[in-house]
Each structure stands twice: as C-alpha cells, then as structure tokens.
C-alpha cells in the first residue's frame, strides 16, 4: 500500500514550536508516530530531512510521508512454530499457546496472533476460520 504524501504550511499557532510537537497537532497524531517519521526522513523542508527538535516558523512548507494506515483488526497469516495443538476435532481445537501470543487482535497489538495461526492456508491440514477464540487460563 502506497503511503500518503501531504504537504503542510505552518500557521502562526505553531510558530516556534519543535517540529514534533507542531506536526502532531497539525496532523493529530501522537509525538512518538511523528518521532518516527522524522526519524525515518519523512519530513522535509525542501529537500532537507528534519529532526524533532528542530522548530518551525508560520509559512513554513513541510512535506510529510505519512505513515501507512493499520488496520488493527485486519489478520495476517502468522504460524506459530512452539503451539501445542492438545485436542482437535471437527468442531474444536484446544490449544496451549506460548506465552507472548494473544488471543485475538486489539488495538496496539503488533505480535502474532493465535486467532491468525488458524487462517486458511497456515496449517494445511486445518482448513477453519474462528469464529470464537476463549482463553483459559491458568492461575
């Protein structure tokens, strides 16, 4: 997916500001996503990468590469090497997932998924999707 490009005049509202702080209230992201683009060179002026701490005046034009849009609820197909597959049958699978995999999708998460590992094309042999995924945990 090709990543947006937009281009940013500084008003007097941000005049003096460091450059992070500016671009997230322009653009209304957080300073860490924009630290990131900054860091990455995703904002010019001209042709000129900028830092974070640097500050920017009313007029000035800045280029912004913005960052790809996430879908958090959007599965990829993740295998999971260490899953234990307990039980298995036509209409159940009962596993011991390792720690460090969730559950299902939420917001922010970027590890892998046990509700992924079940696609259609990860196992060869499993050809479900799931509908529900329980936790059960033990305490």
């Given at each position: 997916?090709?990543?947006?490009?937009r281009a940013?005049q500084?008003?007097?509202?941000?005049?003096?500001?460091?450059?992070?702080?500016?671009?997230?209230?322009?653009?209304?992201?957080?300073?860490?996503?924009?630290?990131?683009?900054?860091?990455?060179?995703?904002?010019?002026?001209?042709?000129?990468?900028?830092?974070?701490?640097?500050?920017?005046?009313?007029?000035?034009?800045?280029?912004?590469?913005?960052?790809?849009?996430?879908?958090?609820?959007?599965?990829?197909?993740?295998?999971?090497?260490?899953?234990?597959?307990?039980?298995?049958?036509?209409?159940?699978?009962?596993?011991?997932?390792?720690?460090?995999?969730?559950?299902?999708?939420?917001?922010?998460?970027?590890?892998?998924?046990?509700?992924?590992?079940?696609?259609?094309?990860?196992?060869?042999?499993?050809?479900?999707?799931?509908?529900?995924?329980?936790?059960?945990?033990?305490?």
């Amino acid at each position: 997916m090709e990543r947006e490009k937009r281009a940013i005049q500084i008003d007097q509202a941000q005049d003096g500001q460091r450059v992070d702080t500016a671009l997230a209230k322009v653009l209304e992201l957080s300073r860490s996503v924009v630290a990131d683009l900054l860091n990455a060179g995703d904002v010019l002026q001209g042709k000129k990468p900028l830092s974070k701490s640097d500050r920017v005046s009313a007029g000035d034009r800045l280029t912004v590469l913005m960052p790809a849009i996430y879908d958090p609820l959007e599965l990829k197909e993740t295998p999971i090497d260490t899953l234990e597959i307990v039980y298995d049958d036509d209409d159940v699978v009962v596993v011991n997932k390792p720690v460090g995999c969730a559950a299902h999708a939420s917001p922010g998460w970027m590890g892998q998924l046990l509700s992924a590992h079940f696609l259609p094309g990860v196992i060869e042999s499993q050809q479900l999707a799931p509908r529900s995924v329980r936790e059960l945990c033990r305490g």
